[in-house]
């Protein structure tokens, strides 16, 4: 006799979503999905999704919901306001946001969770695009441990490293911590390529003979070839990198910690939003050294 798979509802068809949902739907789960465009979402229907008319629709009759959205005002916005979210899940499903937002955001939305009978996570992630298009993302999950390994099945189709990092709030640290380290590296890969220029080196040598070395990274190998092509486009976009340092900037004050490398390349990348640059690519970066 073969399984029911769970119903899932998910809002947010952006770059991430569209592929992450893409890979549900391959896997047999029915979902209904939201955004704010709807011709974002139009090929997702092609495939089999259906299309709910708001976001708290998408967890009428759903047993988990996912979200996967802009800014932490969204998540507020989509979980809590009026006909959102919580104020349509029924007792016993599961909420899995997976957007970069507040610890304390998620705090607050896994006690109004709670209240209600509802498992709350949250889940960032992180692998941008073709993380998400290969389903290889690395997935930091805070909550409660039997909610999260409920869950599994469903993170697993979108990821191959998935952590439960501990209570409500855990899985957003993790995230900011992974942002954190990314703002130096892209800052080092950088400035490593103008002075590779300056220099007189062919920078696409370069790269192939230190990317297997100590100066290797993700950023090196993936971001470094598209800033020599000249590809500005985002797999994630430096408006939400911004966003992200911010939140990160905000724990930092409230724990009293100083990250005066964080605080550089935020003043940089703020000043590419300034030129226009918001929502290209964060390799961006390199029109702010060159």
């Known amino acids: 006799m073969q399984t029911l798979l769970p119903a899932l509802g998910f809002v947010g068809t952006g770059v991430m979503g569209k592929s992450m949902i893409g890979h549900l739907l391959k896997a047999g789960y029915p979902v209904r999905v939201h955004n704010r465009t709807k011709s974002k979402a139009e090929a997702l229907l092609q495939q089999g999704a259906t299309w709910a008319e708001t976001h708290g629709d998408t967890a009428r009759d759903a047993d988990v919901v996912l979200t996967i959205v802009g800014h932490p005002s969204d998540v507020q916005s989509v ?3 009026k006909g959102g979210i919580l104020d349509q899940m029924k007792g016993g499903g599961t909420v899995i946001d997976l957007t970069t937002s507040s610890p304390s955001l998620a705090r607050e ?3 109004k969770a709670t209240e209600k009978g509802v498992s709350s996570l949250d889940a960032p992630v992180t692998g941008g695009d073709v ?3 290969e389903a290889r993302l690395v997935i930091m999950v805070g909550g409660d441990k039997d909610a999260f390994e409920k869950a599994r099945p469903i993170l697993e189709k979108l990821g191959k490293t998935i952590s439960h990092m501990g209570g409500a709030g855990s899985g957003q640290h993790c995230k900011l911590c992974n942002q954190i380290m990314i703002a130096g590296t892209m800052l080092g890969m950088s400035e490593g390529l103008v002075y590779a ?7 696409q040598q370069v790269l192939s003979t230190i990317g297997g070395g100590a100066a290797g ?6 971001l470094a070839p598209r800033i020599l ?4 486009e985002p797999g994630f976009t430096i408006e939400h990198f911004v966003k992200d340092m911010g939140l990160a900037l905000e724990e930092c ?3 009293n910690v100083r990250l005066p490398g964080l605080e550089l390349v935020r003043k940089l990348y703020d000043s590419l939003q300034d030129k226009g640059y918001s929502r290209k690519g964060t390799q961006a970066l390199i029109k702010e050294l060159e």
């Open 229 to 232: 092509k000249g590809d500005l």
């Open 217 to 222: 990274s993700w950023a090196l190998n993936n």
């Open 79 to 81: 979980y809590l306001g």
């Open 253 to 255: 004050q409230r724990m």
């Open 197 to 203: 220029r300056k220099s007189g080196l062919d920078p």
């Open 131 to 133: 993380g998400a298009r």
């Open 109 to 111: 939305i896994h006690q």
